[in-house]
């Protein structure tokens, strides 16, 4: 299956600063990657679909790249709401999997 | 407005069958667009996705569970549902319901999800 890494674990912020999210997967995936951001207590919800898609509702300051091995999410500017867990997910092979996450602290 | 809402016991002895339930409001499983998911996530964060179920009742598991796992629908109740048996510790988890979409032919993104209900394994 494939792997998707992502790194660090944790990343630390000041609200209004630009933060920037990595996921390595083993294999090319192609563009079939997406981006969920989840708050505690909550299930996960969809922010970029297929490398660099918003999903609806989604405001402007996120933004995805990459394709085959490398991708990148990128919040502009970080408001309050933001700081969270970011896990990538990739539907290019069964069984889809998912990255341990990114947890994106205040600074 | 798509809600989906998971519910079942919180404990669940070793050994024994984890039953869950997914209730789907704001849409009909019957729409074959989209797909019905479990994806579970541990206690150290990871996430896993189990399997899915169509509308037809057509499932699709992931190998590392498909012996343990049967997954149904019951369209008039608009309810989806999930049985794993055998439970270990290893199955403690927050188990999430998810709708994914159908485009074309290809098994597309997970969106939305419930909130999650967890199921400890433990006697």
């Known amino acids: 299956e494939v792997v998707l890494t992502q790194s660090p674990a944790t990343l630390s912020f000041s609200p209004g600063e630009r933060a920037t999210l990595s996921c390595r997967a083993s294999?090319?995936?192609?563009?079939?990657l997406a981006w969920y951001q989840q708050k505690r207590g909550h299930g996960p919800r969809l922010l970029i679909y297929?490398?660099?898609n918003r999903a609806t509702g989604i405001p402007a300051r996120f933004s995805g790249s990459g394709s085959g091995t490398d991708f990148t999410l990128t919040i502009s500017s970080l408001e309050p709401e933001d700081f969270a867990v970011y896990y990538c997910?990739?539907?290019?092979?069964?069984?889809?999997?998912f990255g341990q996450g990114t947890k994106l602290e205040i600074k | 407005q798509v809600q989906l809402q998971e519910s079942g016991p919180g404990l669940v002895k070793p050994s024994q069958t984890l039953s869950l339930t997914c209730t789907v409001s704001?849409?009909?499983?019957?729409?074959?667009?989209?797909?019905w998911s479990w994806i579970r996530q541990y206690p150290g964060k990871g996430l896993e996705w189990m399997g899915y179920?169509?509308?037809?009742?057509?499932?699709y598991y992931n190998p590392s569970l498909k012996s343990r796992l049967i997954m149904s629908v019951d369209l008039s109740k608009n309810q989806f549902s999930l049985k794993v048996n055998s439970v270990t510790a290893a199955d403690t988890a927050v188990y999430f319901c998810?709708?994914?979409?159908?485009?074309?032919?290809?098994?597309?993104?997970?969106?939305?999800w419930g909130q999650g209900t967890l199921v400890t394994v433990s006697s």
């Open positions: 297929d490398a660099s």
């Open positions: 179920v169509y509308y037809t009742g057509s499932t």
């Open positions: 997910q990739q539907r290019s092979n069964w069984p889809y999997t």
């Open positions: 294999q090319s995936v192609s563009n079939y």
């Open positions: 998810a709708r994914g979409d159908i485009v074309g032919t290809e098994y597309s993104w997970f969106d939305p």
């Open positions: 704001g849409a009909s499983i019957r729409n074959g667009a989209y797909y």
